[in-house]
């Protein structure tokens, strides 16, 4: 059974930094290409970075471009997002997406449960 | 503003057929898959149609989907209270080397 388990989220000042977590189970880990979306409360759903299988080709949204890096432990079968200079727009519960193969090479065939990240003062 | 464009809700009657549709442009759904997704209230999104018109395994009949340019929709027949949910679009776009997703849209069981 795949399964995507989120940590690290919480409360964090602006400009400060965070860094989450994406614990992986169930599906080889490198064979994937991992990614990160995030939702205001309320709102609808963004997505935020991606990174190939094996850790080869990263894309990030615009309006994380330069703040956030995507990497990943193969041998943790662990996703990782480290979020720099964050602002308070970044606030949003962040799910980690599991990307297909295949068919399914453009969609988001499992996803976490989400870690919200609130950034105030 | 959404890359992907949505109506924001939708209604129907248990037992009614209803469609949800999902406009882009040529970088996007033009050239590209359609995935949708399903998010009950309070709970992560669920992948309901990937590869325009292909349902994973578990994903009911009723659920199906379409593309046709640059736009695709996602019908439900025989909707039941439970379908009560925002429902997603989304794509790859080219120009922009990133997915791109419609606003949403919430559909009322009535």
């Known amino acids: 059974e795949v399964q995507l388990l989120e940590s690290g989220g919480g409360l964090v000042q602006p400009g400060g930094s965070l860094r989450l977590s994406c614990a992986a189970s169930g599906f080889t880990f490198s064979s994937y290409a991992m990614s990160w979306v995030r939702q205001v409360p309320g709102k609808g759903l963004e997505w935020v970075s991606v990174m190939s299988g094996g850790g080869g080709s990263t894309y990030y949204a615009d309006s994380v471009k330069g703040r956030f890096t995507i990497s990943r432990d193969k041998s943790k079968s662990t996703l990782y997002l480290q979020m720099n200079s964050l602002r308070a727009e970044d606030t949003a519960v962040y799910y980690c997406?599991?990307?297909?193969?295949?068919?399914?090479?453009?969609?988001?065939?499992?996803w976490g449960q989400g870690t919200l990240v609130t950034v105030s003062s | 503003q959404s890359v992907l464009t949505q109506p924001p809700s939708a209604s129907g009657t248990p037992g009614q057929r209803v469609t949800i549709s999902c406009s882009g442009s040529s970088s996007n759904i033009g050239s590209n898959t359609v995935s949708w997704y399903q998010q009950l209230p309070g709970t992560a999104p669920k992948l309901l149609i990937y590869?325009?018109?292909q349902r994973p395994s578990g994903v009911p009949d009723r659920f199906s989907g379409s593309k046709s340019g640059t736009s695709a929709s996602l019908a439900i027949s025989g909707l039941q209270s439970e379908e009560e949910a925002d429902y997603y679009c989304?794509?790859?776009?080219?120009?922009?080397?990133?997915?791109?997703f419609g606003g949403g849209t919430k559909l009322t069981v009535l």
């Open positions: 997406a599991k990307v297909g193969l295949g068919r399914a090479a453009h969609a988001f065939d499992y």
């Open positions: 989304a794509a790859w776009d080219d120009s922009l080397t990133g997915w791109v």
């Open positions: 590869s325009n018109n």
